[in-house]
């Protein structure tokens, strides 16, 4: 009879086994560390970016106010009135329509 004898190797050596396994353990954890740490870096950056473009509408939208206000009061009425005063224009008592002869137009010369 033939006796098969195997090699000893790092996974059949229970010492060397869960030292090789050790090892891996160890290094996925710091794997997942170093991810995990890039991740959160990710993630603040974004959130510093996400607060300059909130901060940058909340002026966008103030600006936006002031000038809706500022419109508004220039076409208030009491406005209008206090410009077409300053302006002495007054008000239309009656209309008077130009009446166009249907047969007469301007021709322009043409050199």
Known sequence: MTC???K???FVDPQKGRAAWNILIIFGL????VL???????????NFEL?????ALKAKQAANQEAMISLMQAKS????ANAA????LVAVESVDYLKIVPDFFALSQQP
């Open 4 to 6: 098969y004898n195997r």
């Open 8 to 10: 000893n190797s790092s």
């Open 30 to 33: 710091l794997l997942l560390c």
């Open 36 to 46: 995990y740490l890039g991740q959160t870096n990710s993630v603040v950056a974004k």
């Open 51 to 55: 607060r300059a473009a909130q901060s």
């Open 77 to 80: 009425l009491s406005n209008l």
């Open 85 to 88: 005063k300053s302006l002495n």
